[in-house]
């Protein structure tokens, strides 16, 4: 009963260095979402996923790509990261009716030096 | 028009203190206003949550509060102690979210002095 899965926990980048971020659910959730969490800012969306095979852009989507080839799995990648890219990432999922909540992941923490 | 505004930044009680958390919304197609509490390295998880035909919803010591005519919502915590000490964000959505527009308000650092 594991959730939402995220890996990696920690990491550190350098300027123009690529990585992904993965994120895993095993709640057979259609929707999965990728938020960036930086102080005083709340959480803002950055991609998100209806189903199998979709993506759409949320509100800060500039410098990120993503991809969702499985049901379970959403894909967050950074292909030149970027000093202001620091932040923690949640990945959070849900069923999408009207009173579902978000199941989120424990976060990704990733620095930019 | 999307935004949710979120206050205090923080707030900080003596325990059994009842701290009041207050968001205020725009759009009125939002039909569905969650909150979630995170706790330091951890995830948001759902705390509780209100769909706009009701004025008050409670769950243990969590209350919500729900103005539709003023467009605002609260969250009362009853009898705080110091596990409850989080971050608190308040959220609104149309339809569940399923669209990516379940908008988080900028949230309240909770602290419950022992």
């Known amino acids: 009963n594991a959730g939402v899965t995220q890996t990696p926990k920690f990491r550190v980048l350098k300027t123009g260095q690529s990585m992904t971020l993965l994120c895993a659910q095993d709640?057979?959730?259609?929707?999965m979402y990728w938020y960036r969490q930086d102080p005083g800012m709340g959480l803002r969306l950055i991609h998100y996923?209806?189903?199998?095979?979709?993506?759409a852009k949320g509100e800060v989507p500039d410098g990120y790509n993503v991809s969702r080839l499985k049901k379970q799995n959403f894909l967050l990648g950074l292909e030149s990261a970027a000093p202001s890219q620091t932040s923690v990432y949640f990945c959070a999922s849900s069923r999408g009716l009207i009173s579902s909540g978000y199941t989120f992941g424990s976060g990704t923490r990733l620095t930019v030096v | 028009q999307q935004q949710v505004k979120q206050s205090p930044q923080s707030l900080i009680v003596q325990k059994g203190g009842i701290p009041i958390i207050n968001c205020a919304y725009e759009n009125t197609a939002f039909d569905y206003f969650p909150w979630y509490q995170q706790f330091p390295g951890k995830g948001p998880a759902l705390l509780i949550a209100i769909r706009p035909d009701v004025s008050e919803k409670k769950e243990g010591r969590f209350t919500i509060s729900f103005n539709k005519s003023a467009k605002q919502f609260s969250l009362h915590i009853m009898d705080s102690q110091p596990g409850d000490s989080a971050t608190y964000f308040c959220a609104a959505s149309i339809k569940g979210g399923s669209q990516g527009n379940l908008i988080f308000g900028k949230g309240t650092k909770l602290s419950v002095k022992p």
């Open positions: 996923s209806v189903g199998e095979g979709t993506t």
């Open positions: 709640m057979n959730h259609e929707y």
